[in-house]
């Protein structure tokens, strides 16, 4: 892939945990991003939050403080789409990780996605490849779409909430100014 000037994250960081962070890492790196956006999505149209998207976005803040050029932002949009169309962005690197791009086809309107950003996917290992190739073969621009490696992080924002809940440490699982922070708001103590 020819270096990119901008990549895009999005998420609910619900909350921020450090394969995220690895995944911001490993394509600012690969990828040669001069930025990252990472858009918190305020209210995503596919999942329940449990954070209130204000707790989020300072979550995210506190866990890429640090890695330069990252911005982090609130996105009012609940679809990629949507957010693509208002930036309207010079040919941005959308990032997503391979799980992610093995559903892309049920996104709200991806051949729009495609032509408004290149997709870079995370590849690691546990997602099969056959679904990803299978997805890469069937969209209108796979010249649009390439891949870079990420070694597995063993982490999941739902492990977070749940240790958070039962009163287990997370300082493993998240950075440490994002720990302090889910403790000082008392964020997750009841995943209800």
Not at 24 to 32: E, K, S, T, V, Y
Not at 50 to 76: N, T
Not at 105 to 126: D, H
Request: glycine share 8%; net charge negative; aromatic share 4%.
């Amino acid at each position: 892939m020819a270096v990119a000037s901008l990549g895009i994250l999005g998420g609910a960081f619900d909350p921020p945990h450090v394969g995220h962070v690895a995944l911001a890492r490993a394509a600012i790196d690969q990828l040669g991003l001069e930025r990252l956006l990472i858009l918190v999505v305020a209210d995503p149209g596919h999942k329940r939050t449990h954070g209130l998207a204000e707790a989020r976005l300072e979550l995210a803040r506190l866990a890429f403080d640090g890695i330069p050029g990252v911005d982090v932002e609130l996105d009012p949009h609940a679809r990629t789409v949507d957010s693509l169309e208002t930036r309207q962005l010079d040919d941005p690197v959308f990032i997503l990780g391979a799980d992610e791009f093995a559903g892309f086809q049920r996104w709200k309107s991806p051949e729009r996605v495609l032509e408004l950003a290149r997709l870079a996917v995370a590849m690691r290992p546990g997602v099969p490849d056959d679904r990803v190739r299978e997805t890469h073969a069937r969209l209108p621009a796979p010249d649009r779409i390439s891949y870079f490696h990420l070694d597995p992080v063993p982490v999941s924002s739902s492990l977070v909430r749940e240790r958070v809940s039962r009163g287990e440490p997370i300082d493993e699982l998240v950075p440490t100014k994002v720990a302090q922070a889910i403790r000082r708001l008392g964020l997750y103590v009841s995943t209800q």
